[in-house]
């Protein structure tokens, strides 16, 4: 049975043998940066799985700090006067919060309570109000990484925050072993839970090795783009030999001298089709404490819908592919480019790869491989 009709309500009726009995509904706060459905990092780590806890007696509160309004306003140009209100509006919004959290039970955490500033709502939730909270990351985010545009800004997002956030909490879900042991140095409750694919209602397609021209493709934003540059000679000399198409999936136009190159503006309704036209996914990253903590989502969506992978063998990445098998682990521009040539002239070694990443997903990195963990993170 499923709850969402009754979230108005702290409890709902179950007949059992001609008897009524009113269950008691678990509020689960969840506080998060983004609005819901807006952001990869939350869609894909625990969002998927809000409809789950609903039926296992949760009554799902979602509290982000940014509106969805002030949210597409952030990246937008210009616009100060109204982004230093949205910013003002949502700091008060995170005051009220706290009032509304007095007593509450079960609250999940993902990274943080404000984008901006110390840890002031997380220590007078803990310390003050003696609340308890679940606290969930899956980057790095520890260490500064921003644009040169954004330099100036940055002092204010108080990196050093986040050891504190992961001490106070009462249990920790890392999205992978790196991230894991970092914050065991703060707090001994750690559990690896890892970012994962729903392929029963989202990942439902498979991509068509038979059509053409062949497709490479690459997702992602344009702050984590320039790994891209490493392979673009790759490519500029594979287009003197073969027919293909460089897609790239992103929030902003690359500027890159490739003639296969096309571009495609993200967009979270078309999102699976779009990829679903790629042939061979692209991964590739350069080895840095940030780059080990990715949790190898871009390979794990290419995976799922049966397409040949190759990633850099960096962070979970060697985890996630088994060379040869599911996909290929490439690291100089020589591996790149045999990899890419070899997927560009043999299909039937593209279909395999691909069925056996579908595999993978099913058995290790689906949503339906992991949902009890997040029952027992919050029990």
């Not at 005051?95 to 039970?105: D, P, S, T």
Request: charged share 25%; with cysteine.
């Amino acid at each position: 049975m499923l709850f969402k009709d009754f979230t108005s309500f702290n409890s709902f009726s179950v007949r059992k043998k001609g008897i009524f009995a009113v269950v008691k509904l678990n509020k689960l706060h969840i506080i998060a940066p983004y609005p819901k459905g807006e952001a990869p990092s939350q869609r894909f780590r625990f969002e998927q799985y809000l409809d789950f806890l609903e039926e296992n007696g949760f009554e799902i509160h979602y509290h982000s700090f940014h509106t969805l309004k002030s949210w597409k306003r952030l990246y937008k140009r210009g616009l100060f006067i109204q982004k230093f209100l949205d910013l003002n509006y949502n700091f008060i919004r995170r005051w009220v919060l706290l009032f509304r959290l007095i007593g509450a039970k079960h609250i999940f955490m993902h990274r943080e309570m404000a984008h901006l500033g110390p840890p002031v709502f997380e220590w007078i939730l803990v310390k003050v109000m003696r609340r308890k909270y679940v606290y969930d990351f899956d980057d790095a985010i520890w260490i500064p990484n921003y644009s040169a545009a954004n330099a100036r800004f940055q002092k204010l997002k108080c990196y050093w925050k986040v050891p504190y956030l992961i001490k106070w909490a009462s249990k920790v879900s890392a999205g992978n072993e790196f991230l894991a042991n970092y914050a065991r140095r703060f707090n001994s409750q750690v559990a690896v839970i890892p970012t994962t694919i729903d392929i029963q209602n989202q990942h439902t397609q498979l991509v068509n090795q038979n059509s053409f021209p062949l497709v490479i493709g690459w997702t992602g934003t344009h702050s984590t783009m320039h790994y891209l540059d490493f392979i673009v000679p790759v490519l500029r000399k594979l287009e003197r030999e073969f027919d293909f198409k460089f897609k790239v999936i992103s929030n902003k136009k690359p500027n890159y001298d490739l003639k296969s190159l096309v571009y495609m503006d993200w967009r979270e309704e078309t999102e699976i089709n779009d990829l679903a036209e790629i042939h061979i996914g692209v991964m590739p990253l350069v080895l840095d404490v940030w780059s080990e903590g990715k949790c190898g989502f871009k390979a794990l969506q290419y995976m799922a819908l049966g397409m040949a992978a190759i990633v850099s063998p960096v962070g979970v990445n060697t985890k996630i592919i088994q060379h040869g098998n599911n996909g290929f682990v490439a690291e100089t521009t020589e591996e790149w480019e045999n990899a890419l040539r070899m997927l560009l002239e043999n299909g039937f070694m593209r279909k395999e790869l691909g069925k056996n990443a579908v595999k993978s997903i099913k058995e290790q990195w689906s949503s339906d491989v992991w949902k009890e963990h997040y029952l027992k993170l919050l029990s």
